[in-house]
């Protein structure tokens, strides 16, 4: 397209000449014989350190350049630098045999890799995102160079789906330890090399040749752009300077669907929420919060905030492919005025009281439902303050609990309703759990549903946990948006994943080719 035939000839002629990309910066030069796709991401990730959930930019960049044992294509979970394994009969044991894969550097990816990678992430010293989940894992054993034995502590049923995260890939031992700098030095067995990363501008990979699905990736160079500004986003995609971008406006979304030249790729994805962090005295009463749960117009949420697309979250936070789901809890929390002020006055608080609620001003889905959400609250007597800073800083604040409320897109980060403990476990304290918030009947159904194998026993403890999170309430969940990436109509084979793998959908740009 555009910027690969000016690149190209930028190349040949061998002269320095300014393009222009809008807000971002300068488009460097490529060969003429590599074919180049360019993706615009919707923030700059805050890191590349794999073990850490970066959010969506980050995770589509390690998505490329780092595999694991397993991952989703679909909402299946799929094989990658696993080749096989068994289940013993105890439901604890689990043999992993891999298949001959490499690393970026030439080295095999070993069973002692593999090890390394769980011992990695259980240090609390390198403050992984899911040491809780992987914690789950009693040992990891050396059988040979390519097969591991992992024994976990009780059975586990969402172990696969543990090691199907990006955060969780192989890391190559002997690169951690000559490059302990993960989060500006990534290395992995992914599609794609890690080559630069200017900041403010852009992220670039290339071809990695002896990738292990033979003839991936299908194109030699990916340049992630950082593009925060919706309006700079779209605009390069309509000049071409990009073949694709996440999170497209709501507001484009007509223009766009009507127009031939761009392929909206729509699927409903976070369910939107207000966290709450019991901390601050007032959010330490259920009912306060139960109120705050009727105080929100979701309706007028989902019109103002993004544009008429998403539909109202009324009940448990959680996709119907889930275990467990239960229609009937649907319609829980509606919008009710009058019963929100029903329930303050009967916590002692008949006049309101005063709550700061954290968003950004990065992501307009996150900036928009806080406006919103500070007006309905206006009418029930609560006075909104919004803190409202760079998504770097939103995430920081966010991981030391330093908030009343925050506005949170809980996205899955694994097919299985126990992905549900890192917004509600007690000890998963994150970016989106405070850690004023335990409850120990959540706790405990949620270690129940992890132990359980039988899928009818399994559903019901899931519907058990989905009843009791309504009532205790520790977040409002208010809208289940549509999450659209937009594509040009010459571009093959990308793939919005379904419902809760949309975020997943970036590992698809292995297979993407551009007419």
């Known amino acids: 397209m555009k910027r690969r035939r000016n690149l190209r000839r930028l190349a040949l ?101 593999v090890k390394f990678t769980i011992d990695y992430i259980m240090d609390p010293d390198n403050g992984a995102t899911y040491r809780s989940e992987i914690s789950n894992i009693e040992s990891a054993t050396v059988l040979d160079e390519k097969t591991i034995q ?50 403010g501008q852009y992220c670039h990979v290339e071809r990695f040749e002896d990738y292990y699905r033979d003839g991936y990736p299908l194109t030699d160079e990916i340049y992630f752009w950082f593009y925060p500004d919706d ?59 139960q109120a705050i749960c009727y105080a929100i117009d979701r309706e007028k949420c989902i019109n103002t905030a993004f544009s008429g697309r998403g539909r109202v979250a009324t009940g448990a936070p959680v996709p119907e492919t889930f275990s467990g789901y239960d229609p009937s809890l ?70 030391a609990s330093d908030y009343q409320a925050a506005i949170v897109g809980m996205s899955f980060d694994y097919a299985d309703p126990d992905c549900l403990m890192t917004y509600f476990y007690g000890d998963a304290v994150s970016n989106n759990h405070p850690e004023a918030f335990v409850d120990d009947e959540l706790d405990m159904l949620f270690d129940k549903g992890r132990a359980t194998l039988d899928p009818e026993e399994r559903a019901e403890v899931y519907k058990e946990l989905y009843r009791h999170l309504l009532d205790v309430a520790p977040s409002a969940f208010f809208v289940w948006r549509d999450q659209s990436y937009t594509i040009l109509e010459n571009v093959q084979g990308f793939e919005n994943l379904s419902g809760a793998m949309t975020i997943y959908s970036p590992i698809c740009l292995e297979e993407v080719t551009v007419g």
């Open 150 to 199: 992992i024994v976990t502590k009780e059975p586990c049923a969402p172990l696969l789906h543990y090691l199907a995260m990006p955060e969780t890939s192989i890391l190559s031992e002997k690169w951690v330890a000559e490059h302990p700098n993960l989060t500006e030095e990534p290395m992995g067995a992914g599609p794609y090399k890690f080559v630069s990363w200017e900041k």
């Open 330 to 399: 649907e319609g829980t929390y509606t919008y009710d005025p009058e019963k929100a002020k029903e329930l303050l006055a009967e916590a002692g608080y008949p006049d309101g009281f005063d709550l700061t609620i954290l968003s950004t001003s990065t992501y307009s889905m996150h900036e928009l439902p806080a406006i919103s959400i500070q007006d309905d609250l206006k009418k029930v007597g609560i006075n909104v303050t919004l803190d409202l800073p760079d998504w770097a800083t939103r995430l920081t604040k966010g991981a």
């Open 13 to 113: 002629v061998l002269v320095l000449a300014i393009f222009s990309i809008g807000a971002v910066g300068f488009a460097p030069a490529a060969s003429a014989e590599s074919t180049v796709l360019n993706f615009a991401l919707s923030a700059e990730p805050a890191h590349l350190r794999v073990v850490n959930n970066g959010g969506q930019a980050g995770r589509a960049i390690v998505l490329n350049i780092y595999r694991g044992l397993f991952s989703y294509r679909g909402s299946e979970i799929t094989n990658e630098l696993c080749e096989s394994y068994t289940i013993g009969d105890d439901d604890r044991t689990y043999t992993f045999t891999l298949r001959d894969a490499k690393f970026h550097n030439g080295d095999p990816v070993t069973a002692q890799d």
């Open 231 to 289: 309006d700079a986003r779209v605009n390069a995609l309509k000049s071409q300077e990009v073949e694709i971008i996440e999170l497209t406006p709501w507001k484009y979304l007509v223009e766009l669907e009507n127009d031939p030249t761009y392929v909206n790729l729509t699927e409903y994805g976070a369910c939107m929420s207000l966290v709450f962090n019991p901390a601050y005295e007032p959010l330490a009463d259920p009912r306060v919060r």
